[in-house]
């Protein structure tokens, strides 16, 4: 069963900007650091960025100052703006949270960046 959920993704030229959602259980979300991860053709999959449940967020130096994350606690929604996007951003984007020690993944959402 598939708990986290990932919308958002498509195919966008270079600079265009594309947001992301992540839908995920209360228990899961709540009180808990959420993040974004992505995977390129060929490469390990990477943390993007992090948020902690007070907002306290954390970005990887590639995508700082281009993407933002942020999380609606309220509706257990997990989002990544990314703007300024190059080829290099091209992946599978990926959702992830944690219930006690066990680690929750989405099955991720294609962001194509390509002209």
């Known amino acids: 069963q598939v708990l986290l959920v990932e919308s958002g993704g498509g195919l966008v030229q270079p600079g265009g900007s594309l947001r992301l959602s992540c839908t995920a259980p209360?228990?899961?979300?709540?009180?808990?650091?959420m993040e974004w991860h992505r995977q390129a053709p060929g490469k390990q999959r990477e943390l993007v960025a992090q948020i902690s449940s007070s907002g306290i967020t954390f970005y990887e130096d590639s995508v700082a100052g281009r993407f933002t994350i942020s999380r609606d606690n309220a509706k257990n929604t997990l989002y990544l703006q990314m703007n300024e996007l190059t080829p290099e951003d091209t992946a599978v984007y990926y959702c992830h949270g944690f219930r006690g020690i066990t680690n929750y993944w989405g099955r991720g959402t294609q962001v194509t960046v390509s002209s």
């Open positions: 209360e228990d899961i979300f709540s009180r808990n650091v």
